[in-house]
């Protein structure tokens, strides 16, 4: 599904934010990329998600090189960095329509839609609350409903677990685990924390210093 190939990342003449990075990640697998901060966690997935370009190296997803892959029609890829974007002046139940409005989906599956996602995410207080008033972890709820409504070969989830209680992150892996970790879904996930890594990944790369730590 996803492979990188001595794969390195400048961001100045002196740093490489990565630095010969090599890894396999298949379909289906939950992969969580655990290191400190700028590890190079982060970037390898900006890279996944078409936001930086390797200098050297190769990357590969559903064995297509990074640069030629059309994220319209070969692969479907969803990504909660820690600071999602939204609409902020719109309501919650705007942003969620606004998703479903530009797939062409019919008005009645719209509604159905969106009413099963409030109840699941349990944004009944929320639907028509601005979003820019949401705190942090409401803000991860309506992202991830989002996502939930189209189908994914690529789910990439960004450092969104350090701010949160352990309530907020128990509720956020179920909700993961619900829509996400599926046969032929790739998870990955960025984290600092190995105890986070262990509620839901099936393996760990760990990363330090922007290299592959090989512990």
């Known amino acids: 599904m996803v492979s990188f190939v001595r794969v390195f990342l400048k961001y100045t003449k002196e740093f490489y934010a990565l630095s010969d990075v090599s890894f396999e990640a298949s379909a289906g697998e939950v992969v969580a990329l655990v290191g400190p901060e700028e590890s190079g966690k982060t970037c ?3 890279i996944l998600a078409g936001l930086e370009k390797p200098d050297r190296g190769e990357v590969y997803v559903k064995n297509i090189p990074i640069n030629k892959v059309d994220y319209t029609n070969d692969v ?3 990504y909660i960095p820690y600071k999602a974007s939204f609409f902020d002046k719109k ?3 705007d942003n969620l329509k606004y998703v479903l409005d530009i797939r062409k989906t019919d008005n009645d599956a719209i509604e159905e839609k969106i009413n099963n996602a409030i109840i699941d995410f349990k944004l009944e207080n929320l639907v028509n609350e601005k979003v820019f008033k949401l ?3 409401e803000r991860y709820l309506v992202s991830i409903a989002r996502l939930s409504f189209r189908k994914l070969d690529l789910v990439m989830i960004d450092n969104i677990f350090e701010e949160m209680t352990p309530a907020q992150t128990k509720e956020l892996i179920r909700l993961f685990k619900k829509y996400f970790v599926k046969q032929n879904t790739l998870v ?3 984290t600092s924390s190995e105890e986070i890594a262990s509620q839901i990944a099936t393996r760990n790369i760990y990363l330090s210093y922007g290299a592959i730590d090989n512990k």
Request: glycine share 6%; no cysteine.
């Open 44 to 46: 390898i997935l900006r």
């Open 76 to 78: 479907s890829v969803g």
């Open 91 to 93: 309501s919650v139940y």
């Open 135 to 137: 705190s942090l972890y």
């Open 188 to 190: 990955l996930i960025a």
